[in-house]
């Protein structure tokens, strides 16, 4: 139980799309990101995301529509809406995602920005 800094974990990774693990909340877990570029077009078939920006803007696209999330903002993804993170102009964007544990990836789609394990830092 002690103060998890945020922007010091971040510094810990250069990988992008490739999740980290910061906590547990019961059957939830706290997710760092880095993020740059396209993702990949999926759902969640029983979770919610919720996405904070850290550092950055995001740009989450949705079929129709696409939403401008800028730094200290978040968003939270439905459970079953497809959606594709991405960021413009070659930005690299920090994020802070909580969901469940159960939450795959990148849903029901395999990619090879698909990952199946968070590591912990």
């Known amino acids: 139980m002690k103060p998890i800094n945020i922007k010091e974990k971040h510094k810990l990774f250069n990988n992008q799309w490739h999740p980290h693990r910061i906590a547990t909340v019961d059957n939830m877990q706290v997710i760092l990101a880095k993020i740059k ?7 969640h078939e029983n979770e919610d995301e919720l996405f904070q920006v850290v550092k950055g803007t995001l740009y989450m696209q949705f079929r129709d529509r696409v939403e401008i999330v800028k730094e200290g903002e978040i968003i939270v993804v439905p459970k079953g809406v497809e959606h594709n993170p991405s960021t413009r102009n070659d930005e690299e964007v920090h994020l802070l995602l909580f969901e469940k544990l159960s939450t795959a990836h990148t ?9 199946t394990e968070y590591p912990w830092i």
């Open 37 to 43: 570029g396209e993702f990949v077009w999926h759902s």
């Open 107 to 115: 849903g029901d789609v395999q990619d090879e920005k698909t990952q």
